[in-house]
């Protein structure tokens, strides 16, 4: 097919499957997808039918990958910036924590989602999170190496420095404690303290 055609309607089934996803957004802050008829719903908010919806944005199953995919590219445009910034210290180890835990604990989407249906996403971000450390770790594999060659960070395995942490992370988002982790200057006295502790045992 002529690239002069394909074009056209590419974009235009990206601006659809857009609003699409902003819809579905929408539905699930509102509490939506907790609702039986979340495909109605997300058309109505959309303009379109559910045909129309069903033809550019797929089943439940796929609006709901393609959200957390979209928020998941988001959250990696914001984080490259600040692994660019790399430096081998505490203090850069707690910023970025701090980074990371206040993107998620801040994420009205993701609350939204762990209020109304856990079940749902919570195992992307345990049972088959496996995915989504590996995009982690394929943004900052390349950034990170540029750090090492410069000879600014020591040798570090991308892999295993992800893995850790994104578990950190995910334990501070969504293990209830006697801290108030939205606060932001306890969360940070609360890092930096953990990671000087974790220092100590090298």
Not at 65 to 94: I, N, Q
Not at 118 to 139: C, D, K, Q, W, Y
Request: aromatic share 6%; hydrophobic share 45%.
């Amino acid at each position: 097919m002529a690239s002069g055609v394909a074009g056209p309607r590419g974009d235009a089934s990206g601006g659809m499957r857009q609003r699409i996803l902003d819809a579905a957004a929408e539905c699930l802050i509102e509490g939506g997808f907790a609702s039986g008829r979340i495909l109605s719903a997300i058309a109505r908010k959309a303009g379109m039918s559910r045909p129309t919806l069903y033809k550019y944005g797929g089943t439940v199953e796929d609006i709901r990958r393609a959200l957390v995919e979209r928020e998941l590219t988001r959250f990696l445009e914001a984080l490259a910036p600040r692994l660019e910034g790399m430096t081998w210290s505490r203090e850069y180890a707690t910023d970025l924590l701090v980074f990371v835990v206040g993107y998620a604990r801040g994420h009205t989407l993701l609350n939204a989602a762990l209020r109304d249906v856990p079940e749902i996403v919570l195992p992307e971000f345990t049972l088959n999170a496996e995915g989504t450390i590996r995009r982690i770790s394929e943004l900052a594999a390349p950034i990170v190496q540029r750090h090492i060659d410069a000879g600014a960070i020591p040798p570090v395995d991308v892999g295993m420095l992800t893995d850790a942490l994104f578990r950190i992370t995910l334990s501070i988002v969504l293990i209830r404690g006697p801290y108030d982790f939205d606060d932001p200057e306890v969360l940070r006295r609360h890092l930096h303290g953990a990671l000087g502790m974790l220092a100590e045992l090298s």
